[in-house]
């Protein structure tokens, strides 16, 4: 017998989360049902919980998503190319399909994107925008792409927002290439996924900053196991004077900053070499980053905004997880059932105590998967 609610942690308000029974909507030909195995909780999700970004109530969060296919509509299907019971892991964003953005691919900038997990709220149809739940509504213009069955789930759930996005930022757009040097900026999920695909795309040096602090032990660990040639320590270290030793003083081909910290794109225009790359995924918020812009244009230097994954950069990330090359899985340091969302949120935004630090939290909507 088909279900018709599905159990969802619902944010209702600034720091206010509640369980809820939710519509599952009806499946036509053109959309589908995702049954849900694990979804990640994202840096942003804490934003959206504390309110220092807008979204609508009452709003489902979780857009970093992996599950199974529980209903596919005919056409549905043939467009996707998979079927009911296939695992798949699910973009956050999707665009309209006609404006100029969507039809060059770029639709991170429709005008009218949609996607999971803060663009709508649950309490209209179709309901289930929000992967923490245990069912995720798949419209239309859904992007899905299949994954292999043998990845752990804690692979998978890293496929789109965390190593899609960083073949887009430093393949595509960083155009890192055989032989450049690397620097990575943050230890995080994003930096150390990063560290992955600089190695991949033939980097011959990755150098990845991060601090001494017990915060980031497990983080800088992690990066020399993914491939990272250098580790700097900015609290004990001066991160230019370390770069150019590292470099002989040629300094880095590509510099990638996701630390959030203002003062590391300060710094950035003295980082790179002449002519070379600085890409910007860091939100910064309120907080000004005072750049030397004449040194911007005496070294000729490429600055690029870099916000989301593209179709192409997630094919790319899904053969990656598929080959088991990198430990990803390692990434994943806490595990929540739906009921403890909220506790995971805060886990996250280090707001509660743990005994080992969170590189990546993941909520497991419908229990652990054997």
Request: proline fraction near 5%; hydrophobic fraction near 40%.
């Amino acid at each position: 017998m088909r279900k018709i609610m599905s159990r969802a942690a619902v944010l209702t308000g600034i720091r206010q989360m509640e369980m809820r029974d939710i519509p599952i909507p009806e499946i036509g030909a053109e959309d589908g049902l995702l049954k849900v195995e694990m979804v990640g909780v994202c840096g942003s999700d804490p934003g959206f919980y504390n309110g220092k970004t807008k979204v609508p109530f009452p709003l489902i969060m979780g857009h970093e998503i992996v599950g199974r296919i529980e209903e596919i509509g005919e056409n549905k299907a043939k467009v996707s190319g998979v079927k009911k019971g296939d695992r798949v892991v699910v973009e956050n964003r999707f665009g309209c399909g006609k404006c100029k953005a969507c039809i060059e691919g770029n639709y991170a900038q429709c005008v009218d994107r949609m996607g999971y997990g803060v663009y709508f709220g649950c309490d209209n149809p179709p309901y289930l925008w929000g992967a923490y739940s245990e069912y995720l509504y798949l419209p239309p213009r859904a992007m899905i792409h299949k994954i292999g069955e043998g990845v752990p789930l804690e692979a998978a759930v890293l496929t789109t927002s965390v190593l899609g996005n960083n073949v887009r930022w430093l393949g595509e757009i960083g155009g890192v290439k055989l032989g450049d040097t690397v620097l990575i900026a943050g230890c995080g999920q994003q930096g150390l996924a990063g560290t992955v695909v600089a190695r991949e795309f033939g980097a011959s040096k990755v150098i990845v900053m991060g601090t001494s602090r017990p915060f980031d032990e497990k983080r800088m660990i992690l990066a020399k196991e993914f491939g990272a040639t250098d580790l700097i320590y900015v609290d004990k270290e001066d991160p230019v004077a370390r770069v150019k030793e590292i470099t002989d003083g040629n300094l880095a081909d590509v510099m990638m900053d996701v630390s959030g910290a203002p003062s590391n794109m300060e710094i950035s225009v003295d980082l790179v070499r002449k002519m070379g790359t600085i890409v910007t995924p860091g939100l910064y918020g309120p907080h000004f980053a005072a750049m030397d812009f004449d040194k911007v244009v005496q070294k000729e230097l490429k600055i690029c905004g870099a916000l989301a994954q593209s179709y192409h950069s997630n094919e790319i990330a899904v053969k990656l997880v598929e080959s088991r090359k990198y430990p990803l899985e390692k990434m994943v340091t806490h595990w929540f059932e739906l009921e403890e969302a909220e506790k995971a949120v805060l886990t996250t935004a280090h707001e509660l105590p743990s005994d080992v630090n969170p590189i990546k939290c993941v909520i497991l909507p419908n229990g652990r998967v054997e």
